[in-house]
């Protein structure tokens, strides 16, 4: 069975910091695994995904997560935090079924950002 | 493209009260989910369709949810009797019927029971 576990329920850095969200995978088979963006009253968007090429995943927004597997982790960082990076960010982990499988979530992190 | 589309946005019942949901996948889209996503908590899967068939339904609370795809197009989410509890954001998803391919979410329902 595959699970994600996503470190503190809300992290808060200023514009410009380095932002790091954190996500540590389980899974009894090589993962696939997913960063989602949510902003308030929106549906989930896509920020990147690891499906076991390059273990460091580059996304949308300046965003990248590194895959690494001794230490079953997939963090998500950004450089520099901007004002509009605030919002809910999610884990996932595909969770295999049929031809497409489904996606496992993680409870979410909310990000601030400080002026 | 157009998105996944979904209606309403917003629903106000009383338990005890039934309440359904609309969903409408990006064309062509084969494989459609319906997700609950409680205050603070991450999406958790209700429903899985490939087309009009249910590949995964195991998490879905069958005494009073219940849904259905017609056609392999739209989808309807039922709640009967609704519950205090299932208060939550309804979101509904579509992919493409090909591994690995990228699943697109619409923007929600947001239920509140009183």
């Known amino acids: 069975a595959q699970s994600v576990t996503q470190l503190g329920s809300h992290v808060s850095v200023s514009e410009g910091a380095l932002v790091l969200l954190r996500c540590n995978y389980s899974?009894?088979?090589?993962?696939?695994l997913f960063w989602y963006v949510q902003y308030p009253n929106q549906g989930l968007q896509l920020l990147l995904k690891?499906?076991?090429?390059?273990?460091l995943v580059k996304g949308i927004n300046g965003f990248e997560a590194e895959f690494k597997k001794s230490e079953t982790s997939f963090h998500l960082t950004k450089p520099s935090a901007h004002m509009s990076d605030a919002a809910e960010y999610f884990c996932?982990?595909?969770?295999?079924?049929?031809?497409?499988?489904?996606?496992?979530f993680g409870k979410g992190t909310k990000l601030s950002v400080k002026p | 493209e157009a998105g996944v589309a979904q209606s309403p946005r917003y629903k106000i019942i009383e338990k005890r009260q039934s309440v359904a949901f609309w969903c409408n996948p990006i064309?062509?889209?084969?494989?459609l989910y319906w997700y609950q996503q409680i205050l603070g908590q991450g999406p958790k899967l209700l429903i899985q369709?490939?087309?009009?068939?249910?590949?995964?339904d195991s998490q879905l609370p069958k005494d009073r949810f219940s849904a259905e795809r017609l056609k392999g197009v739209d989808s309807t989410l039922k709640i009967q009797p609704a519950k205090l509890e299932d208060s939550a954001v309804y979101l509904c998803?579509?992919?493409?019927?090909?591994?690995?391919?990228?699943?697109?979410f619409g923007p929600g329902t947001r239920l509140t029971v009183l």
């Open positions: 064309s062509g889209h084969a494989t």
């Open positions: 998803a579509s992919s493409l019927d090909l591994p690995g391919t990228q699943w697109f």
């Open positions: 369709f490939q087309n009009n068939g249910v590949v995964d």
């Open positions: 690891y499906t076991s090429a390059a273990t």
């Open positions: 899974s009894s088979v090589p993962p696939y």
């Open positions: 996932a982990v595909l969770n295999y079924g049929g031809s497409q499988g489904n996606l496992i």
